[in-house]
């Protein structure tokens, strides 16, 4: 799809994409669909059940941490604070 060849040129330059969930409750499952798989195979991040508020803060964060998408993905998909409802 052309989000999902979106998502994989800006993840093949060093751009961290998370992706959330319109849903008022439940997780970004990457997996359960097929434009999610899609995106997930492309190297998005899920952005679990956070709120996009707490995404964008989140994300901010980690990339004043680090650099290296493979440490902001394990940032950001762990609980750090309670902004996580699932581990």
Same mark, same amino acid.
């Given at each position: ?26 997780? %970004?499952? *990457? ?9 997930? !195979?492309?190297? &998005?991040?899920?952005?679990?059940? #956070? =709120?996009?508020? %707490?995404? *964008? ?9 680090? !650099?290296?998408? &493979?440490?902001?993905?394990?940032? #950001? =998909? ?10």
């Amino acid at each position: 799809s052309e989000v999902a060849d979106g998502v994989k040129k800006l993840v093949d330059n060093g751009i961290a994409v998370v992706i959330g969930t319109q849903m008022e409750h439940g997780v %970004a499952n *990457l997996q359960a669909y097929e434009a999610g798989y899609k995106v997930h !195979e492309a190297g &998005a991040i899920s952005g679990l059940d #956070m =709120t996009t508020e %707490a995404a *964008l803060t989140k994300l901010m964060w980690c990339l004043a941490q680090t !650099e290296d998408i &493979a440490e902001v993905r394990d940032m #950001m =998909t762990s609980n750090l604070v309670g902004e996580l409802s699932v581990d």
